[in-house]
Protein backbone atom coordinates (compact mmCIF):
# COMPACT_ATOMS: atom_id res chain seq x y z
CA UNK A 1 0.00 0.00 0.00
CA UNK A 2 1.29 3.39 -1.19
CA UNK A 3 0.70 5.83 1.63
CA UNK A 4 -1.23 9.12 0.64
CA UNK A 5 1.87 11.39 2.01
CA UNK A 6 4.36 9.59 -0.55
CA UNK A 7 1.55 9.01 -2.82
CA UNK A 8 2.16 12.47 -5.21
CA UNK A 9 -1.09 14.01 -3.90
CA UNK A 10 -1.04 18.27 -2.85
CA UNK A 11 1.99 19.53 -1.92
CA UNK A 12 -0.01 21.46 0.70
CA UNK A 13 -2.62 20.52 3.46
CA UNK A 14 -4.59 22.18 5.72
CA UNK A 15 -2.82 22.88 9.30
CA UNK A 16 -6.23 22.70 11.09
CA UNK A 17 -6.00 25.06 14.74
CA UNK A 18 -8.50 23.27 16.83
CA UNK A 19 -7.68 25.47 19.59
CA UNK A 20 -9.07 28.44 17.37
CA UNK A 21 -12.18 26.77 15.42
CA UNK A 22 -14.65 24.61 16.28
CA UNK A 23 -14.59 21.58 15.09
CA UNK A 24 -17.88 22.03 13.19
CA UNK A 25 -16.12 23.91 11.16
CA UNK A 26 -12.93 22.90 11.04
CA UNK A 27 -14.38 19.83 9.14
CA UNK A 28 -16.47 22.35 7.08
CA UNK A 29 -13.13 24.70 6.30
CA UNK A 30 -11.40 21.00 5.32
CA UNK A 31 -13.50 20.21 2.78
CA UNK A 32 -13.58 23.37 1.41
CA UNK A 33 -9.85 23.66 1.61
CA UNK A 34 -9.78 20.34 -0.65
CA UNK A 35 -11.80 21.93 -3.13
CA UNK A 36 -9.08 24.40 -3.68
CA UNK A 37 -6.02 22.41 -3.87
CA UNK A 38 -4.64 21.68 -0.62
CA UNK A 39 -5.67 18.52 0.17
CA UNK A 40 -4.61 16.40 3.35
CA UNK A 41 -5.29 17.97 6.96
CA UNK A 42 -2.58 18.17 10.38
CA UNK A 43 -4.88 18.79 13.41
CA UNK A 44 -3.80 20.30 16.45
CA UNK A 45 -4.27 18.10 19.81
CA UNK A 46 -4.79 20.96 22.52
CA UNK A 47 -6.16 21.08 25.50
CA UNK A 48 -6.09 24.71 25.81
CA UNK A 49 -6.07 27.45 22.96
CA UNK A 50 -2.60 29.66 23.43
CA UNK A 51 -4.39 32.84 24.12
CA UNK A 52 -8.61 33.15 24.90
CA UNK A 53 -9.44 34.87 22.24
CA UNK A 54 -8.88 32.02 19.65
CA UNK A 55 -11.46 30.33 22.24
CA UNK A 56 -11.41 26.36 21.28
CA UNK A 57 -9.82 23.37 22.59
CA UNK A 58 -11.99 19.97 20.82
CA UNK A 59 -10.55 16.51 21.50
CA UNK A 60 -8.54 15.92 18.71
CA UNK A 61 -9.63 12.07 17.81
CA UNK A 62 -13.15 12.91 17.56
CA UNK A 63 -12.48 15.59 14.71
CA UNK A 64 -10.13 13.08 12.77
CA UNK A 65 -12.62 10.29 12.84
CA UNK A 66 -14.82 12.93 11.25
CA UNK A 67 -12.82 14.44 8.78
CA UNK A 68 -11.81 11.19 7.52
CA UNK A 69 -15.67 10.92 6.57
CA UNK A 70 -15.75 14.32 4.83
CA UNK A 71 -12.21 14.57 2.65
CA UNK A 72 -10.13 12.36 1.07
CA UNK A 73 -6.56 13.05 1.83
CA UNK A 74 -4.49 12.39 4.28
CA UNK A 75 -5.30 12.84 7.86
CA UNK A 76 -3.15 12.98 11.56
CA UNK A 77 -2.53 14.76 14.98
CA UNK A 78 -0.33 17.68 14.74
CA UNK A 79 1.00 16.41 17.35
CA UNK A 80 -0.24 14.23 20.08
CA UNK A 81 2.11 13.88 23.18
CA UNK A 82 1.92 10.05 24.74
CA UNK A 83 3.38 10.94 27.45
CA UNK A 84 1.16 12.45 30.00
CA UNK A 85 -2.70 13.07 29.03
CA UNK A 86 -2.67 9.99 27.45
CA UNK A 87 -0.56 7.00 28.38
CA UNK A 88 1.28 5.73 24.77
CA UNK A 89 -0.81 2.05 24.96
CA UNK A 90 -3.70 4.19 24.18
CA UNK A 91 -2.12 6.51 21.42
CA UNK A 92 -1.10 3.40 19.88
CA UNK A 93 -5.29 2.54 19.70
CA UNK A 94 -6.43 5.70 18.78
CA UNK A 95 -4.04 5.73 15.68
CA UNK A 96 -4.69 1.81 14.30
CA UNK A 97 -8.04 1.96 14.88
CA UNK A 98 -8.15 5.57 12.57
CA UNK A 99 -6.03 3.64 10.34
CA UNK A 100 -8.56 0.70 10.60
CA UNK A 101 -11.17 3.23 9.43
CA UNK A 102 -9.38 5.13 6.33
CA UNK A 103 -6.31 2.51 5.21
CA UNK A 104 -3.62 4.44 4.09
CA UNK A 105 -4.32 7.70 4.81
CA UNK A 106 -3.71 8.04 8.24
CA UNK A 107 -0.28 9.39 10.24
CA UNK A 108 0.45 9.43 13.57
CA UNK A 109 2.26 12.64 14.79
CA UNK A 110 4.24 12.69 17.66
CA UNK A 111 5.58 15.42 20.18
CA UNK A 112 7.37 15.53 23.70
CA UNK A 113 4.55 17.72 24.73
CA UNK A 114 3.57 21.71 25.81
CA UNK A 115 2.33 22.88 29.51
CA UNK A 116 -0.18 24.29 27.97
CA UNK A 117 -1.70 20.80 27.34
CA UNK A 118 -0.19 18.64 29.63
CA UNK A 119 -0.06 19.86 33.21
CA UNK A 120 -3.77 20.36 33.39
CA UNK A 121 -4.12 17.27 35.90
CA UNK A 122 -1.07 18.77 38.09
CA UNK A 123 1.95 17.14 39.06
CA UNK A 124 5.64 17.42 38.40
CA UNK A 125 6.75 19.18 34.84
CA UNK A 126 9.54 17.77 34.10
CA UNK A 127 12.90 19.48 32.32
CA UNK A 128 12.75 19.02 28.21
CA UNK A 129 15.33 16.23 28.14
CA UNK A 130 13.61 14.38 30.46
CA UNK A 131 10.30 14.65 28.42
CA UNK A 132 11.82 14.10 24.95
CA UNK A 133 13.38 10.87 26.94
CA UNK A 134 9.61 9.58 27.57
CA UNK A 135 8.59 10.54 24.34
CA UNK A 136 10.93 8.01 22.44
CA UNK A 137 10.71 5.28 25.48
CA UNK A 138 6.50 5.94 24.55
CA UNK A 139 7.43 5.43 20.73
CA UNK A 140 8.79 2.12 21.49
CA UNK A 141 5.77 1.03 23.33
CA UNK A 142 3.88 1.82 19.73
CA UNK A 143 5.87 0.11 17.94
CA UNK A 144 5.62 -2.75 19.90
CA UNK A 145 1.65 -2.54 19.80
CA UNK A 146 1.55 -1.81 16.32
CA UNK A 147 3.19 -5.32 15.84
CA UNK A 148 -0.45 -6.76 16.26
CA UNK A 149 1.56 -9.32 18.88
CA UNK A 150 1.16 -9.65 22.75
CA UNK A 151 3.30 -6.71 24.29
CA UNK A 152 4.41 -6.26 28.15
CA UNK A 153 6.34 -3.59 28.94
CA UNK A 154 8.08 -2.65 32.14
CA UNK A 155 10.41 0.73 31.13
CA UNK A 156 11.29 3.51 33.11
CA UNK A 157 8.18 5.73 32.64
CA UNK A 158 5.57 3.41 31.10
CA UNK A 159 4.51 0.20 32.62
CA UNK A 160 1.58 -2.29 31.07
CA UNK A 161 0.57 -5.73 31.20
CA UNK A 162 0.48 -7.92 28.45
CA UNK A 163 -1.68 -7.08 26.19
CA UNK A 164 -1.88 -6.34 22.36
CA UNK A 165 -4.00 -4.21 20.30
CA UNK A 166 -7.30 -6.22 18.87
CA UNK A 167 -8.35 -3.67 15.90
CA UNK A 168 -5.63 -3.59 13.75
CA UNK A 169 -5.36 -2.00 10.51
CA UNK A 170 -3.25 -4.04 7.17
CA UNK A 171 -0.92 -1.75 8.10
CA UNK A 172 0.04 0.51 11.15
CA UNK A 173 0.02 4.45 10.13
CA UNK A 174 3.61 5.68 10.17
CA UNK A 175 4.92 7.32 13.43
CA UNK A 176 6.27 10.98 13.07
CA UNK A 177 7.83 12.90 16.07
CA UNK A 178 7.86 16.68 15.91
CA UNK A 179 11.02 18.59 16.80
CA UNK A 180 13.24 21.29 16.03
CA UNK A 181 16.31 20.29 17.82
CA UNK A 182 19.09 18.43 16.09
CA UNK A 183 19.00 15.77 18.85
CA UNK A 184 15.63 14.52 18.61
CA UNK A 185 15.85 14.95 14.53
CA UNK A 186 18.67 12.24 14.45
CA UNK A 187 16.78 10.03 17.24
CA UNK A 188 14.07 10.60 14.69
CA UNK A 189 15.83 9.46 11.65
CA UNK A 190 17.13 6.48 13.29
CA UNK A 191 13.86 5.28 15.18
CA UNK A 192 10.66 6.21 13.66
CA UNK A 193 9.12 6.55 9.79
CA UNK A 194 9.32 10.61 9.33
CA UNK A 195 9.76 13.96 10.99
CA UNK A 196 7.43 17.17 11.35
CA UNK A 197 8.92 20.54 11.84
CA UNK A 198 7.44 24.16 12.58
CA UNK A 199 8.01 26.77 10.12
CA UNK A 200 11.29 28.29 10.89
CA UNK A 201 13.81 30.19 9.09
CA UNK A 202 15.29 27.85 5.74
CA UNK A 203 18.74 27.38 7.60
CA UNK A 204 17.65 25.94 10.41
CA UNK A 205 15.00 23.76 8.96
CA UNK A 206 17.48 22.62 6.50
CA UNK A 207 19.92 22.02 9.53
CA UNK A 208 16.70 20.07 11.09
CA UNK A 209 16.73 17.54 7.96
CA UNK A 210 20.15 16.97 7.84
CA UNK A 211 20.39 15.86 10.92
CA UNK A 212 17.13 13.62 10.29
CA UNK A 213 18.84 11.70 7.15
CA UNK A 214 22.03 11.63 9.31
CA UNK A 215 19.80 9.44 11.90
CA UNK A 216 18.02 7.59 9.07
CA UNK A 217 21.28 6.79 7.16
CA UNK A 218 22.53 4.74 10.84
CA UNK A 219 19.74 2.62 10.43
CA UNK A 220 20.38 2.00 6.85
CA UNK A 221 17.49 4.17 5.87
CA UNK A 222 16.58 6.35 3.16
CA UNK A 223 15.37 9.81 3.95
CA UNK A 224 14.69 10.72 0.52
CA UNK A 225 11.79 8.06 0.67
CA UNK A 226 10.50 9.38 4.38
CA UNK A 227 7.77 11.50 4.93
CA UNK A 228 9.21 15.21 6.55
CA UNK A 229 6.12 17.39 7.04
CA UNK A 230 5.93 21.17 7.54
CA UNK A 231 3.55 23.17 9.23
CA UNK A 232 3.21 26.52 8.23
CA UNK A 233 1.75 29.75 10.30
CA UNK A 234 1.04 32.48 7.69
CA UNK A 235 -1.43 35.22 8.01
CA UNK A 236 -2.96 36.60 4.36
CA UNK A 237 -5.66 39.19 4.65
CA UNK A 238 -7.09 41.66 1.05
CA UNK A 239 -4.70 44.61 2.80
CA UNK A 240 -1.07 44.40 4.74
CA UNK A 241 -2.80 45.81 7.31
CA UNK A 242 -5.47 43.72 8.33
CA UNK A 243 -3.32 40.51 7.85
CA UNK A 244 -1.20 42.60 10.59
CA UNK A 245 -4.12 42.96 12.84
CA UNK A 246 -5.47 39.18 12.37
CA UNK A 247 -1.36 38.11 13.75
CA UNK A 248 -1.67 40.35 16.35
CA UNK A 249 -5.02 39.06 17.74
CA UNK A 250 -5.71 35.54 16.53
CA UNK A 251 -2.15 33.87 16.42
CA UNK A 252 0.34 36.72 18.95
CA UNK A 253 2.25 33.62 20.37
CA UNK A 254 3.74 32.94 16.32
CA UNK A 255 5.76 36.28 17.63
CA UNK A 256 6.55 35.00 21.11
CA UNK A 257 10.67 35.01 20.60
CA UNK A 258 11.21 32.58 23.34
CA UNK A 259 10.44 28.18 24.39
CA UNK A 260 7.06 28.12 25.21
CA UNK A 261 6.89 24.11 26.38
CA UNK A 262 6.71 25.61 30.36
CA UNK A 263 3.99 28.21 29.89
CA UNK A 264 0.81 26.30 31.78
CA UNK A 265 -2.23 28.92 31.00
CA UNK A 266 -3.82 30.58 28.16
CA UNK A 267 -3.84 33.34 29.73
CA UNK A 268 -0.71 33.67 31.42
CA UNK A 269 0.30 33.86 27.52
CA UNK A 270 -2.61 36.41 26.79
CA UNK A 271 -0.38 38.70 29.18
CA UNK A 272 2.86 37.92 27.34
CA UNK A 273 0.70 38.46 23.91
CA UNK A 274 0.48 42.48 25.32
CA UNK A 275 4.35 42.96 24.52
CA UNK A 276 4.55 41.42 21.07
CA UNK A 277 5.15 44.28 18.38
CA UNK A 278 5.13 43.72 14.46
CA UNK A 279 8.64 43.50 14.37
CA UNK A 280 8.35 40.05 16.37
CA UNK A 281 6.82 38.07 13.60
CA UNK A 282 9.89 38.79 11.16
CA UNK A 283 11.47 35.82 9.92
CA UNK A 284 8.70 33.75 11.76
CA UNK A 285 5.88 34.35 9.99
CA UNK A 286 4.90 35.79 6.40
CA UNK A 287 2.34 38.38 6.95
CA UNK A 288 1.19 39.86 4.00
CA UNK A 289 -1.60 40.66 1.40
CA UNK A 290 0.90 39.49 -1.81
CA UNK A 291 -0.22 35.94 -2.79
CA UNK A 292 3.09 35.63 -4.32
CA UNK A 293 5.22 36.15 -0.73
CA UNK A 294 3.43 33.43 0.42
CA UNK A 295 3.64 31.12 -2.67
CA UNK A 296 8.01 31.91 -2.65
CA UNK A 297 7.55 31.14 1.21
CA UNK A 298 6.00 27.78 0.82
CA UNK A 299 8.24 26.69 -2.08
CA UNK A 300 11.60 27.36 -0.41
CA UNK A 301 10.27 24.51 1.88
CA UNK A 302 9.34 22.51 -0.74
CA UNK A 303 12.94 23.01 -2.74
CA UNK A 304 14.28 21.87 0.75
CA UNK A 305 12.84 18.32 0.57
CA UNK A 306 10.11 18.82 2.33
CA UNK A 307 7.33 16.41 1.36
CA UNK A 308 4.10 18.53 2.18
CA UNK A 309 3.72 21.71 3.78
CA UNK A 310 0.49 22.11 5.98
CA UNK A 311 -0.96 25.74 6.11
CA UNK A 312 -2.42 27.82 8.66
CA UNK A 313 -3.72 31.07 8.05
CA UNK A 314 -4.00 32.52 11.33
CA UNK A 315 -6.90 35.27 10.18
CA UNK A 316 -10.54 34.08 10.43
CA UNK A 317 -11.01 35.15 7.30
CA UNK A 318 -10.91 31.39 6.15
CA UNK A 319 -13.03 30.94 2.87
CA UNK A 320 -11.80 34.44 1.47
CA UNK A 321 -7.80 32.77 2.09
CA UNK A 322 -9.00 29.40 0.39
CA UNK A 323 -10.36 31.01 -2.52
CA UNK A 324 -6.98 33.63 -3.68
CA UNK A 325 -4.82 30.47 -2.51
CA UNK A 326 -6.49 27.81 -4.50
CA UNK A 327 -6.39 30.25 -7.12
CA UNK A 328 -2.86 32.47 -7.00
CA UNK A 329 -0.77 29.86 -4.95
CA UNK A 330 -1.32 26.54 -5.21
CA UNK A 331 -1.21 26.07 -8.74
CA UNK A 332 2.20 27.35 -9.20
CA UNK A 333 3.56 25.12 -6.73
CA UNK A 334 6.47 22.33 -7.29
CA UNK A 335 7.80 19.19 -5.65
Not at 18 to 25: I, K, M, N, S, W
Not at 40 to 45: E, H, N, P, R, S
Not at 113 to 118: H, M, S, Y
Not at 291 to 297: M, V
Amino acid sequence: MVHRLMSGTSPVGLAAALEQFAPTEIIDLAEAAEQHGISGVMAADHFQPWVPEQGQASFVWNVLGALGQRTTGDLGPGVTCPSFRFHPALVAQAAATLEAMYPGRTWLGLGAGEALNESVFGGYWPEGAERSTMLFEAVEVIQRLFSGKDVKHRGEYFRHHTTRLWTMPAEPPPILVATAGPLNARRTGARCDGIITPGAPIDQVAGILDKFAEGARSADKDADGMPKLLQLHLSWAPTDEEALRNAMSQWPNGGMKFAKADVRSPYDFEAMAALVREDDFAGRMVISADPDKHRAEIQRFLDLGVTKVYLHNVGRNQQEWLEVFGREVVPGLRR
